[in-house]
């Protein structure tokens, strides 16, 4: 009995050093600093990390720790974000301007300290403070631990593709001029694939990206939406994509051909190499405008995919095929592709959906108008969430006035209900009822006890135009339990509740006109910014945020700040 008693525990400790041995601690430093970038025919100061756009990517495996030392020697505030990333305990190190911290100011430095557990898939970083976010960006990709595989076949490679958006102008000026006039600013100039608009643009014939692929093979595509505003349909030509993972989180395989992708997301897709080696395929991305009214940038970016080996022609000579992307406003085929995503049920870091429920919110989303002082009505764009148009603090982050006790820097009086209640839907409800546009601004919260579990309702209105909103939770994932058209009815829309194998993510595009059921447990304490990704929107008061209180042990609180965390 003594000698099996020895063998456990030598079992054990062997267990443990293997698994302290398996985690690495990564590190990298950011240099966030101005340089000047060449793109449609002109010349554009742009502000990038380590002199690239994207920038760098970070590669981790599940179990990792991260220390990224940020170095501010740009001319600008900036603050970064690890969009995915559950931070548990490490809330200090989110990221976003004003919430968990201080921006770091020119010439100053911050560095992120984190851990990576229980995730694995694509995720991204990027600028959370000004619009600075449309240059200073990259991915972050998480592995499984040593020993461990992907729940799918493995691919002979892995390649980031990473959609943005392109100014020829200044883009914090660009902002500044927004939220000074409430007026939504310019439209970009092009969008991008991996920092590159594609031969459809001017000056940009050898400015497209190219992906080389070899017949039967299996290639891994890590793509991210980073574009400032747009959501977009992805096609390549005479292919057709299995996705495997949304928002790091594993999903049940999903053949399409047409990926559509909103600000914040992600999606990993598997593509097989089973096209002829005679001709090269571009990959194509273009706006899904849902709202036809709003004035949007109609442009295609694209790549191409060229088949390498073999006695095929160069690919000078190649035909280069060119995919049907969807119409712009094809609402129908986009929310197809949105609601037939499942998780993989017991894939890894599979989480079953709570059955019981601590609180019920339901939050109207949508644009509307500032007042002026005199009651007379400004030419301003605002936006709310129930009502309140979510305002940055000035002096103090939130989360440090969380953790000191610090009043008046925001209020917890953030509501479960929409104060009003009225047709959400209803394109012509403003003209019987004009008090609907204006929304109070404030610095709200809601603040839940650690563990609470939360159904999250999210009903777009149309008091300006419905418009699909990517609304992106800080802190957490949530469940996807329904989504639909038209005024969320609890008594009729419960029955349609996926409680089995929901899609969990951080990400959600609530339909048009529409409504979604999110539900997540509230069991990481801190300040988690809730808010739409659409970048405008934020500024216009598109947000709100929860205060999650301490556990009832040492492990479940809110640790003190690191001592270098920027000052304002």
Same mark, same amino acid.
């Given at each position: 009995?003594?000698?099996?008693?020895?063998?456990?525990?030598?079992?054990?400790?062997?267990?443990?050093?293997?698994?302290?041995?398996?985690?690495?601690?990564?590190?990298? /430093?950011?240099?966030?600093?101005?340089?000047? *970038?060449?793109?449609?025919?002109?010349?554009?100061?742009?502000?990038?990390?380590?002199?690239?756009?994207?920038?760098?990517?970070?590669?981790?495996?599940?179990?990792?720790?991260?220390?990224?030392?940020?170095?501010?020697?740009?001319?600008?505030?900036?603050?970064?974000?690890?969009?995915?990333?559950?931070?548990?305990?490490?809330?200090?190190?989110?990221?976003?301007?004003?919430?968990?911290?201080?921006?770091?100011?020119?010439?100053?430095?911050?560095?992120?300290?984190?851990?990576?557990?229980?995730?694995?898939?694509?995720?991204?970083?990027?600028?959370?403070?000004?619009?600075?976010?449309? !240059?200073?960006?990259?991915?972050?990709?998480?592995?499984?631990?040593?020993?461990?595989?992907?729940?799918?076949?493995?691919?002979?490679?892995?390649?980031?593709?990473?959609?943005?958006?392109?100014?020829? !102008?200044?883009?914090?000026?660009?902002?500044?001029?927004?939220?000074?006039?409430?007026?939504?600013?310019?439209?970009?100039?092009?969008?991008? +694939?991996?920092?590159?608009?594609?031969?459809?643009?001017?000056?940009?014939?050898?400015?497209?990206?190219?992906?080389?692929?070899?017949?039967?093979?299996?290639?891994?595509?890590?793509?991210?939406?980073?574009?400032?505003?747009?959501?977009?349909?992805? =096609?390549?030509?005479?292919? =057709?994509?299995?996705?495997?993972?949304?928002?790091?989180?594993? /999903?049940?395989?999903?053949?399409?051909?047409?990926?559509?992708?909103?600000?914040?997301?992600?999606?990993?897709?598997?593509?097989?190499?089973?096209?002829?080696?005679?001709?090269?395929?571009?990959?194509?991305?273009?706006?899904?405008?849902?709202?036809?009214?709003?004035?949007?940038?109609?442009?295609?970016?694209?790549?191409? +995919?060229?088949?390498?080996?073999?006695?095929?022609?160069?690919?000078? !000579?190649?035909?280069?095929?060119?995919?049907?992307?969807?119409?712009?406003?094809?609402?129908?085929?986009?929310?197809?592709?949105?609601?037939?995503? /499942?998780?993989?049920?017991?894939?890894?870091?599979?989480?079953?959906?709570?059955?019981?429920?601590?609180?019920? *919110?339901?939050?109207?989303?949508?644009?509307?108008?500032?007042?002026?002082?005199?009651?007379?009505?400004?030419? =301003?764009?605002?936006?709310?969430?129930?009502?309140?148009?979510?305002?940055?603090?000035?002096?103090?982050?939130?989360?440090?006035?969380?953790?000191?006790?610090?009043?008046?820097?925001?209020?917890?009086?953030?509501?479960?209900?929409?104060?009003?209640?009225?047709?959400?839907?209803?394109?012509?409800?403003?003209? !019987?009822?004009?008090?609907?546009?204006?929304?109070?601004?404030?610095?709200?919260?809601?603040?839940?006890?650690?563990?609470?579990?939360?159904?999250?309702?999210?009903?777009?209105?149309?008091? +300006?135009?419905?418009?699909?909103?990517? *609304?992106?939770?800080?802190?957490?994932?949530?469940?996807?339990?329904?989504?639909?058209?038209?005024?969320?009815?609890?008594?009729?829309?419960?029955?349609?509740?996926?409680?089995?194998?929901?899609?969990?993510?951080?990400?959600?595009?609530?339909?048009?006109?529409?409504?979604?059921?999110?539900?997540?447990?509230?069991?990481?304490?801190?300040?988690?910014?809730?808010?739409?990704?659409?970048?405008?929107?934020?500024?216009?008061?598109?947000?709100?945020?929860?205060?999650?209180?301490?556990?009832?042990?040492?492990?479940?609180?809110?640790?003190?700040?690191?001592?270098?965390?920027?000052?304002?």
């Amino acid at each position: 009995m003594e000698g099996i008693k020895v063998s456990l525990v030598c079992a054990l400790l062997l267990f443990a050093v293997s698994s302290i041995a398996s985690a690495a601690i990564v590190e990298h /430093t950011f240099n966030v600093q101005n340089l000047t *970038m060449s793109r449609l025919c002109k010349r554009q100061v742009i502000t990038v990390v380590n002199g690239s756009l994207p920038g760098p990517t970070v590669r981790v495996k599940d179990g990792d720790s991260l220390v990224i030392h940020v170095i501010n020697n740009s001319p600008h505030n900036i603050t970064i974000h690890w969009h995915g990333i559950f931070h548990r305990l490490t809330v200090w190190a989110d990221g976003p301007s004003m919430i968990t911290q201080c921006p770091i100011q020119p010439g100053h430095r911050y560095a992120y300290r984190f851990n990576v557990t229980g995730q694995e898939g694509t995720l991204w970083w990027h600028a959370h403070s000004s619009f600075l976010r449309a !240059t200073v960006y990259g991915a972050i990709i998480i592995r499984p631990k040593s020993g461990h595989s992907y729940p799918f076949p493995k691919p002979h490679k892995e390649v980031p593709i990473i959609f943005g958006e392109w100014w020829n !102008t200044d883009v914090v000026a660009l902002e500044e001029a927004a939220i000074a006039t409430g007026v939504p600013p310019n439209n970009s100039d092009a969008y991008t +694939i991996n920092g590159l608009p594609g031969n459809l643009y001017p000056c940009s014939r050898d400015r497209m990206f190219n992906l080389d692929v070899v017949k039967g093979k299996l290639y891994l595509l890590r793509i991210i939406n980073a574009a400032m505003n747009m959501q977009l349909f992805f =096609k390549i030509a005479n292919h =057709k994509m299995t996705v495997v993972a949304a928002d790091a989180v594993y /999903t049940k395989p999903y053949l399409t051909d047409v990926i559509v992708i909103a600000p914040g997301q992600t999606v990993d897709a598997l593509l097989y190499a089973d096209q002829s080696i005679g001709s090269s395929y571009y990959m194509a991305a273009h706006p899904y405008a849902s709202a036809p009214l709003v004035p949007f940038p109609n442009t295609t970016t694209r790549g191409v +995919i060229h088949y390498i080996g073999g006695a095929s022609k160069s690919r000078k !000579t190649k035909r280069v095929l060119m995919p049907k992307l969807p119409s712009f406003f094809d609402t129908p085929t986009a929310h197809r592709f949105y609601s037939n995503l /499942t998780s993989l049920v017991g894939g890894p870091h599979w989480v079953p959906v709570p059955h019981h429920v601590d609180e019920e *919110m339901l939050v109207t989303i949508g644009l509307g108008l500032e007042a002026c002082a005199d009651n007379t009505t400004c030419p =301003k764009f605002s936006a709310s969430m129930n009502n309140h148009s979510f305002v940055l603090p000035k002096k103090l982050s939130i989360l440090e006035a969380v953790f000191n006790s610090v009043e008046g820097i925001f209020t917890p009086d953030f509501p479960s209900q929409p104060p009003v209640k009225f047709d959400y839907t209803d394109p012509n409800i403003t003209q !019987t009822n004009p008090g609907l546009l204006f929304a109070q601004k404030s610095t709200s919260a809601k603040v839940l006890k650690f563990n609470t579990t939360v159904d999250l309702v999210l009903q777009n209105h149309a008091l +300006i135009a419905a418009e699909s909103h990517p *609304m992106h939770l800080h802190g957490f994932n949530f469940h996807v339990l329904a989504q639909g058209f038209g005024n969320y009815d609890p008594a009729r829309d419960r029955r349609k509740y996926n409680l089995v194998d929901p899609q969990f993510r951080n990400t959600l595009a609530v339909p048009v006109g529409g409504w979604a059921v999110t539900r997540f447990t509230a069991d990481n304490p801190g300040a988690w910014i809730m808010h739409c990704h659409i970048d405008v929107h934020l500024p216009f008061g598109l947000g709100m945020v929860f205060v999650v209180e301490n556990g009832p042990t040492k492990s479940t609180s809110l640790p003190p700040p690191p001592p270098d965390l920027p000052k304002c």
